[in-house]
């Protein structure tokens, strides 16, 4: 008698738990992704996004650009390893997510960001945006020392309240053809595939 009792509170537990779950998941369903067209709208809070331009590049063909415009490379400015070949002896100023003795991609990515609010706004890509290399992995961070060069104020990226304003972002990594271009807040998943 004592072991049928504990069986049948366990199956209303049982219930319980599935009702709730059943009710979780019917009154807030997976967002899901929106797959954007490049002439698309990243619509966020604050920001509406376009991609106005973007070029992806070989080493060859990005030390060539950087020759035309005068920028010396990273890795003769800085001290900087490579992610792969950090050691815990290792002297540098920073890690980056390329290997500058290898071959590597570069992103030159140009956004036209519009400021919804009536507020002046730091906009920090990090923040709002990602852009990945796979979608299996986290996604790679603005490049600071080349990004500063493709802008008129280098790194600050302030944008008044109802503003239009074109950034430059410059993203460096080993190896991949594809990028993309990720925002996410919850209930608001957007990807746009730049190849």
């Excluded at 954007?36 to 990005?62: A, C």
């Excluded at 415009?69 to 290792?90: H, P």
Aim: proline letters at 2%.
């Amino acid at each position: 008698m004592k072991k049928r009792v504990i069986l049948v509170i366990v199956c209303l537990i049982i219930i319980l738990i599935t009702a709730r779950i059943i009710y979780v998941n019917a009154s807030y369903p997976y967002a899901g992704i929106n797959n954007l067209k490049r002439n698309e709208t990243i619509e966020l809070q604050n920001y509406n996004i376009n991609v106005s331009d973007y070029k992806i590049y070989n080493k060859d063909d990005w030390h060539q650009l950087l020759n035309e415009k005068n920028i010396s490379l990273e890795e003769n400015s800085n001290n900087i390893i490579f992610n792969k070949n950090i050691k815990n002896d290792s002297n540098y100023d920073y890690i980056v997510t390329y290997d500058p003795d290898g071959e590597y991609k570069v992103l030159l990515l140009s956004l036209e960001i519009e400021n919804t609010s009536d507020d002046d706004q730091v906009f920090n890509f990090n923040d709002n945006l990602s852009v990945l290399i796979s979608l299996d992995k986290q996604g790679i961070m603005p490049n600071k020392y080349y990004t500063k060069f493709f802008n008129e104020e280098g790194n600050e990226n302030i944008i008044k309240g109802n503003e239009r304003k074109i950034v430059n972002f410059v993203f460096l990594t080993d190896g991949i053809n594809e990028f993309i271009l990720e925002a996410r807040q919850i209930g608001n998943n957007q990807r746009m595939y730049l190849k």
